[in-house]
Antibody, heavy 119, light 110 residues
Framework: QVQLQESGPGLVKPSETLSLTCAVS?????????WGWIRQPPGKGLEWIGS???????YYNPSLKSRVTISVDTSKNQFSLKLRSVTAADTAVYYC????????????WGQGTLVTVSS | QSALTQPASVSGSPGQSITISCTGT?????????VSWYQQHPGKAPKLMIY???NRPSGVSNRFSGSKSGNTASLTISGLQAEDEADYYC??????????FGGGTKLTVL
């Protein structure tokens, strides 16, 4: 059974960097598939942040591309998200997920973690 | 990239069928058969219900079906049940190798 679990600070100050990690169990990241991040501001819809293959370049949402970095650590079977220069608009539940086919869809999701941007 | 367009809400009675539309452009929905649908109950993570326009993942009820015509995709739920009450989101692969979501539709079972 594939499981994903997000972890990281629940509170980040404005202008700082949001850092989250997604630990994957039940599947080896190095075996393939894409790995992505999606966020959902409170009371609003889903927004794709970006996806990465276990090897190769990541793909990012154009609206966030200048501030986002997604990376994979196959030795720890996890992948990470860094979002720089955050503002209150980046307050959201952040989900990590597995994508079997490029950026087409996600079949397994983490439970999500709320990150609040506030001083 | 602009979000796909979904109705804000739909409703139906138990046993009825409902359809949720998802309208994009020729750069996403219209150009690829890579539309997916997600169900999200309050406080829960989204669940994949349909992928690649009309395919159901293992374990998803056959009451859920998907289709596409031109720039608009649709999700149909037949034999509506109380447990179907949730938010539904469509998404589409785009020509820029990105993913775009719809704004979401709240389904109310009367």
């Amino acid at each position: 059974q594939v499981q994903l679990q997000e972890s990281g600070p629940g509170l980040v100050k404005p202008s700082e960097t949001l850092s989250l990690t997604c630990a994957v169990s039940g599947y080896s990241i190095s075996s393939g598939y894409y790995w992505g991040w999606i966020r959902q501001p409170p009371g609003k819809g889903l927004e794709w942040i970006g996806s990465i293959f276990h090897i190769g370049s990541p793909y990012y949402n154009p609206s966030l591309k200048s501030r986002v970095t997604i990376s994979v650590d196959t030795s720890k079977n996890q992948f990470s998200l860094k979002l720089r220069s955050v503002t209150a608009a980046d307050t959201a539940v952040y989900y990590c997920a597995r994508g079997p086919k490029s950026t087409r869809y996600f079949d397994y999701w983490g439970q999500g973690t709320l990150v609040t941007v506030s001083s | 990239q602009s979000a796909l367009t979904q109705p804000a809400s739909v409703s139906g009675s138990p046993g009825q069928s409902i359809t949720i539309s998802c309208t994009g452009t020729s750069s996403d929905v219209g150009d690829y058969n890579y539309v997916s649908w997600y169900q999200q109950h309050p406080g829960k993570a989204p669940k994949l219900m349909i992928y690649d326009v009309s395919n159901r993942p293992s374990g998803v009820s056959n009451r859920f079906s998907g289709s596409k015509s031109g720039n608009t995709a649709s999700l149909t739920i037949s034999g509506l049940q109380a447990e179907d009450e949730a938010d539904y989101y469509c998404s589409s692969y785009t020509s820029s190798i990105t993913l775009v979501f719809g704004g979401g539709t709240k389904l109310t079972v009367l």
